[in-house]
């Protein structure tokens, strides 16, 4: 029988010990994030996810497509204001979730891309 549950959890400091999930994802959870909290978000995704396992990042695109959904996700961010519109403006200017990738150390098994190029699919393996 499988079971499921939910825990609240700072996602800074996962409250899981290291190597305990098989598969582990984010979606558009980081864009919206300071550089930092983006870095220790997903160096907390590694420590969960076993070696080998797979661990899939979800968000814009970078750069944005010229293109109504372009045009509409940057509209959506700027009325979102204050510290999420930073966070925004620096996901996008540090290279979006390709420098997340590099900077990890992550290896890119494939990718896909939706909504005309606006979202980026990546699935990685946590080598």
């Known amino acids: 029988m499988l079971t499921t549950s939910f825990q609240l959890a700072d996602a800074k ?10 598969y582990a994802s984010i979606s558009f959870g980081l864009h919206d994030k300071p550089r930092l909290i983006r870095k220790s978000v997903v160096s907390e995704i ?5 070696r080998n396992g797979i661990i899939i990042l979800v968000d814009f695109n970078v750069p944005l497509p010229q293109s109504a959904f372009g045009l509409f996700a940057q509209m ?5 204001g204050g510290e999420h ?3 925004f403006k620096d996901y996008l200017a540090s290279g ?14 494939n990718r896909t891309q939706l909504k005309s190029g606006l979202v980026g699919v990546i699935k990685l393996i946590n080598d």
Do not use: C, M, Q, T
């Open 76 to 80: 959506i961010e700027f009325f979102a």
């Open 46 to 50: 590694k420590r969960v996810v076993k």
């Open 96 to 109: 979006g979730l390709d420098s997340i990738v590099k900077e990890h150390g992550l290896v890119e098994l």
């Open 85 to 87: 519109y930073r966070s």
């Open 13 to 22: 400091e996962l409250p899981f010990p290291n190597g305990y999930f098989n």
